[in-house]
């Protein structure tokens, strides 16, 4: 297919629409239950309060409020796609932002503004606190301001606005791919992702990856999750012609398109899983994925991404064997540290750098048949 047939076919898949609303309306979508804002992108983004005041000065003064993107559903409700920082903070300074529970959150009280510095302790509306509460003319200039809307309507493709989503947001406020992937589960399948949440509260889990605060604080122990759920079961023949050298991109493509197809048996995912980490835990603990050296006999360093593809992938495709003829879990790991199969696979100064896709296509297939009881 040629770009002219790629353009023509893609551009067939999204439909979209623009025109201007008023805050005012949008404040009443939001109340109606009309607008989706996903209130569990909060724990991503990461607007500050002098953020969050210079969008309420920007109303007040007029200045033009970047383009909201929006997804209708089948039942014409709105997903935000873009734009969630914008109108969180609106409803929260209104005082209608719900939580994750669906509880009314504290209103905002604003910083002094840059070109208002009498901003400073102002409030929506506050019958306890007249003074500092905005006059009516100033709440209705808030009100009659508009944004401009951009809609994906009903009859685009599906996967349109998780990739609108991802585009809009690599790079920006989210500080990890990882982020990224959890906003997209959220949006595709909100079940999902509070289950695999549970899933990095298993103790065993925890022990045996033993991660530093900043990885834990960047869901680094979420992406290795999604590592277990992609790839432990993907056919060989699938795994050799992943079409992206950094296996992070994949992660992002493919746990997409998972949520979107619902293709997951969670519940053998889940057993396959807690299985893996309850052997490790009890044999290796938080030495599970960390360097083996022969020479000083014992495990150092911290962490390694590599060893977990390897073991846990391993020993989570043979689990179902494991729990009926179970083998050494650590004599076999130090074996794997004399593998030249797994140590060339690593890289390094002297082997030369390896794409992530070459290392996971290599590390993979070696992990189960050294783990076969």
Not at 6 to 16: A, G
Not at 30 to 57: C, D, G, M, V
Not at 109 to 133: A, H, I, Y
Not at 163 to 169: I, K, S, V
Request: aromatic share 10%; with cysteine; glycine share 6%.
């Amino acid at each position: 297919m040629g770009l002219q047939e790629e353009l023509e076919q893609k551009r067939k898949e999204i439909r979209t629409d623009s025109y201007s609303m008023s805050v005012g309306e949008l404040i009443s979508l939001y109340e109606n239950e009309e607008i989706e804002i996903h209130p569990q992108f909060q724990r991503f983004f990461r607007w500050s309060a002098t953020q969050k005041t210079r969008l309420i000065e920007s109303l007040l003064i007029g200045l033009p409020i970047p383009q909201i993107f929006v997804s209708q559903r089948d039942n014409g409700i709105w997903d935000v796609v873009d734009g969630l920082q914008r109108l969180s903070t609106i409803y929260e300074f209104v005082g209608i932002l719900r939580d994750e529970m669906g509880r009314r959150k504290p209103p905002f009280v604003l910083e002094q503004g840059e070109t208002l510095p009498s901003l400073k302790g102002k409030k929506w509306d506050s019958s306890d606190d007249p003074e500092n509460s905005l006059t009516q003319v100033e709440r209705l200039l808030i009100k009659r301001s508009k944004l401009e809307m951009a809609i994906l309507i009903q009859g685009s493709d599906p996967s349109a606005k998780y990739e609108l989503f991802q585009r809009l947001n690599t790079g920006g406020s989210i500080a990890t791919d990882q982020e990224i992937r959890n906003c997209l589960l959220i949006m595709a399948d909100p079940d999902l992702y509070e289950n695999l949440k549970a899933w990095s509260d298993d103790q065993n889990f925890k022990e045996c990856i033993s991660l530093s605060d900043k990885a834990q604080s960047e869901q680094y122990d979420l992406e290795l999750i999604l590592r277990f759920l992609v790839f432990r079961n993907m056919e060989i023949r699938d795994l050799q012609q992943i079409p992206y050298p950094d296996i992070s991109d994949y992660l992002t493509y493919a746990i997409r398109a998972e949520a979107i197809k619902n293709k997951i048996n969670y519940q053998q995912e889940k057993e396959a899983f807690e299985t893996t980490f309850s052997l490790l835990a009890d044999s290796l603990g938080d030495r599970s994925f960390r360097k083996y050296s022969h020479a000083k006999e014992k495990f150092t360093g911290g962490f390694l991404v590599s060893a977990f593809e390897a073991i846990a992938l391993g020993i989570g495709y043979n689990y179902q064997q494991l729990q009926t003829q179970p083998i050494n879990l650590e004599e076999t790991v130090k074996a794997l540290w004399q593998n030249p199969g797994f140590t060339d696979s690593l890289g390094g100064s002297t082997k030369g750098s390896i794409s992530t896709r070459k290392r996971v296509q290599t590390i993979l297939p070696l992990g189960r048949e050294l783990f076969e009881s």
